[in-house]
């Protein structure tokens, strides 16, 4: 599924930012996801935008968390944070945004509560997160279907 683009001011991207705190999560059960011909997968990748410039690809992960009786997505946009760490581990600790948090419509498993960076093992680069938080509010916080906006191919 391709989505409609918008244009996040660099006020509300540091807005999400400074409304994120690291937090540290149970890991209870995962997501498996069926990606066809009786194959499933636990960690998944998706491209949300296309066009002659080039492709962009989301990798996530997903999974339960009594922590907060919630479902939780691990997602990256740089290719540069294995989310693979997720499915061996018990525990992580991520960049988790409080609003969204303690939003009732997050939580689901149809609407998990995004975690936009994992802390720990892996090195945390502002830039790397930044460029998360973008692609994530440009493209996934008020999910639009791209035919019903502008054309994907279009410059903007």
Same mark, same amino acid.
């Given at each position: 599924?391709?989505?409609?683009?918008?244009?996040?001011?660099?006020?509300?991207?540091?807005?999400y930012? *400074?409304?994120? @705190?690291?937090?540290?999560?149970k890991?209870?059960?995962?997501?498996?996801?069926?990606i066809? @011909?009786?194959?499933?997968? #636990?960690?998944?990748?998706?491209p949300?935008?296309?066009?002659?410039?080039?492709?962009?690809?989301?990798?996530? #992960?997903?999974?339960?968390?009594?922590?907060?009786? *919630?479902?939780?997505?691990a997602?990256?946009?740089?290719?540069?944070?294995?989310?693979?760490?997720?499915?061996?581990?018990?525990?992580i600790?991520?960049?988790?945004?409080?609003?969204?948090l303690?939003?009732s419509?997050?939580?689901s498993?149809?609407?998990?509560?995004?975690?936009l960076?994992?802390?720990?093992?892996?090195?945390?680069?502002e830039? @790397?997160?930044?460029f998360? #938080?973008?692609?994530?509010?440009?493209?996934? *916080?008020?999910r639009?279907?791209?035919?019903?906006?502008?054309?994907?191919?279009?410059?903007?």
């Open positions: 599924m391709l989505f409609s683009p918008a244009s996040p001011s660099e006020e509300r991207i540091n807005s930012i *400074k409304r994120s @705190d690291s937090l540290y999560l890991i209870d059960r995962l997501v498996i996801f069926d066809g @011909d009786g194959k499933k997968r #636990v960690d998944n990748f998706m949300y935008f296309t066009n002659f410039r080039g492709n962009r690809y989301k990798n996530y #992960v997903g999974f339960y968390s009594s922590t907060y009786n *919630k479902y939780f997505v997602e990256n946009y740089t290719k540069t944070q294995s989310l693979g760490i997720v499915s061996d581990a018990y525990h600790s991520g960049m988790i945004n409080l609003d969204e303690k939003d419509s997050f939580g498993r149809e609407k998990p509560v995004p975690i960076w994992l802390r720990g093992g892996t090195n945390f680069y830039s @790397d997160y930044r998360n #938080v973008n692609e994530y509010l440009r493209f996934f *916080k008020d639009k279907p791209f035919n019903k906006e502008r054309c994907m191919v279009c410059i903007f």
